[in-house]
Structure formats: C-alpha cells, structure tokens
C-alpha cells in the first residue's frame, strides 16, 4: 500500500459519516484525494467513457462519479467510472 494511504487513514471517520449523509465519500487513490460518489444510474440516459477499461458504461448502470478533493480540478474533472474499474484503480 502506498505510503499515502496510510497517511489518510485518519480521515475515515470523516468519510463515514459523508456516507450517512448519503452524499460523497472520500477515497485515497494513487497519492491523491478523491470524492466518489455512488449513482444507482437510474437517470443516467447516456453511456460515459469509463477511464479505467475504456469501454463505455451503459445507460442505466449503477456507477460513481468521481473528482479530485485536493484541490486541484473540480466539478468539470468529474469522471464516470464503472464501479468495479475504480476499484482496481
Ligand atoms: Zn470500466
């Protein structure tokens, strides 16, 4: 595991309780801080261009949603990623 994991390891608490609010989560990839937030895809009506297989993510497929929470982008660095392939990332 990268050395910033386990630096990240106490902001759990805090992403916990983001969860319960039924908003995003804050996630560790790569050395970077991200927000992920989990779509059910059930309005979703077009397919976006998964960035970790890409392959598109169909129409009505549960996905999240993800962006940079350090500061660096915003909302117009959102990604769609298939759930499984964020997973891996
Ligand atoms: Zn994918």
């Not at 970790?52 to 350090?70: K, M, R």
């Amino acid at each position: 595991m990268p050395r910033a994991n386990r630096r990240r390891r106490d902001e759990v608490p805090l992403a916990l309780g983001r969860l319960r609010g039924g908003g995003e989560r804050r996630e560790t990839h790569r050395g970077r801080s991200w927000f992920v937030r989990p779509l059910s895809g059930a309005t979703s009506e077009r397919a976006y261009l998964c960035p970790g297989c890409q392959h598109d993510i169909a129409p009505l497929t549960a996905h999240v949603v993800v962006w940079p929470a350090d500061g660096m982008g915003g909302v117009d660095d959102r990604r769609h990623w298939h759930t499984r392939c964020w997973g891996r990332y």
